[in-house]
């Protein structure tokens, strides 16, 4: 069992910034993809920035050129940093990781709220 364990949300004010970090339990799982989900309540999770082993990254339209999302392959450890933060940023982000067997994991997901 891999757990992903989440850190870095918290409260902060519109303009502000945050770091996210996701650490996998196992260093031995090899994971494809690592990325960053978030959900508020009544919606839908979303994605908001995926990177691979490579390096080769994807955001959501609404977080570009705002948000950077990075990894540390040898720790099993990825990262997302925010900045010029919005309250419709405000949401519960999730850690997301791809195995080579295509199986998902999902960490317990930590808040972020933005206030105006």
């Known amino acids: 069992q891999v757990q992903l364990v989440e850190s870095g949300g918290g409260l902060v004010q519109a303009g502000g910034s945050l770091r996210l970090s996701c650490a996998a339990s196992?260093?031995?799982?090899?994971?494809?993809?690592m990325g960053w989900y978030r959900q508020t309540p009544g919606t839908p999770r979303e994605l908001v920035a995926t990177i691979t082993r490579g390096g080769g990254t994807t955001y959501a339209d609404s977080v570009k050129g705002r948000f950077t999302i990075s990894r540390d392959n040898a720790e099993n450890t990825v990262y997302l940093h925010m900045t010029s933060l919005k309250p419709e940023d405000t949401a519960v982000y999730y850690c997301?990781?791809?195995?080579?067997?295509?199986?998902?994991?999902w960490g317990q997901g930590t808040q972020v709220t933005v206030s105006s």
């Open positions: 196992a260093r031995a799982v090899s994971f494809n993809s």
């Open positions: 997301n990781a791809q195995r080579e067997t295509g199986y998902m994991d």
